[in-house]
């Protein structure tokens, strides 16, 4: 049988599963593996659909486009981009950033609100016979269509650290902004890359707050402009370490910080609920002699009370998101797939799926017709 009539079946089966299944999630779930492939996983049938080909490399990073309907891929080795778009599931565009000698490490890339353009900050190192020269950190900008950088700018020395090639980046709904979450939280303008405001997390607008915890793949369940996040701070009296929730304006600038409880140094990004009602994170904390124990953390969103803690088994290391729907919970390492219910917080299943992951999931509620 044909490649073509293998995924021309697979996709049947999935349309059958909607019609005989409608109280599951039915959305699909992308994730990077190896080898040069992104996965694609039907909800409902709760199995790998389909296997995306890549040309450049292995999935290092996925992103949902500011229009909800493509996928950028960046990928190992030559440090590659690649476009998916989510109807068809095909690439529809790919280019490496490597020229000759020099390679070029991308972090943290960001779509403008027309998905034109990534925003990026890179590390570029210039292979020699017998070393690797290493240029200052520089903010980029990847034309989609060009294929290409076609700006630079040097990142502000008096910022530049390591955090600097491990932040997240989001770009305002107007495009004029491009947020970067580190230490700190930096505002800079997109047309000159001038930092025009630095909201320093231990002296914040909100007393207290220190250091930020976002996700970054997951489809927000937020309006436009607007994000839910998780962050840690410091009690301005006897400074103890707490984490609380936040809602972050992208447009105005502005955040509103809830504490919520005592902090610990495990855990995750915070996932919520379509309904915008429900959160979820893990938290991970490190016992005596090599012990860890792990569990769920459920919150009420309004509220920003944390309402339920159910220690669940789980790997050393391991990935962990929701379903489009917010009915299950994911947890992953290498080839395995866990499913949670989420109001019962119970294993329900766990998929093969034949492949080490190599990303975080991008989650995908059908579209609306």
Known sequence: MSAAFQRRDLRLC??????????????????????????????????????????????????????????????????????????????TNHFLLDEGNRRVWPSGIAADPQDRLLYTTVE?????????????????VIDLAQRKITRTAEYPKEEENLLALFANHRISPDGKYLYEFRDNVLIFDTSDFKLVEKIELAKPRSPGMEMVGMTSTNLPVDPPGMMTA????????????????????????????????????????????????????VVTEDGPQGSRRSEFWVFDVPSRKLTRRVEFPARTTFHFTMSSSGKQ?????????????????????????EADTTTDIVAVPPRKS
């Open 329 to 353: 919970l994911y947890v992953y390492s290498g080839p395995s797939l866990e499913i949670y219910d989420a109001s019962t917080l119970q294993l329900q299943k766990i998929i093969d799926v």
């Open 124 to 140: 570029v190192s210039i292979k020699q016979v017998d070393r690797f020269e290493r240029e200052p950190v520089k903010f980029a």
């Open 230 to 281: 998780v962050f840690n701070a410091s009690d301005p009296v006897v400074h103890r370490l707490i984490f609380g929730i936040a809602r972050v304006d992208l447009s105005n600038r502005n955040f509103d910080f809830t504490a919520v409880g005592p902090a610990t140094k495990g855990m995750s990004g915070l996932r919520v609920t379509p309904d915008g009602k429900t959160g979820y994170t």
């Open 14 to 91: 999935g349309l059958l599963a909607v019609s005989l299944f409608p109280g599951h999630a039915q959305g699909l779930l992308y994730v990077g593996a190896w080898q040069k492939q992104v996965l694609v996983i039907d909800e409902a049938l709760q199995k790998v659909v389909e296997k995306i080909p890549l040309t450049t490399g292995t999935p290092s990073d996925l992103q949902i486009s500011s229009d909800r309907r493509k996928l950028f891929v960046t990928t190992w080795a030559h440090n590659g981009i690649e476009v998916i778009d989510l109807a068809t599931r095909q690439v």
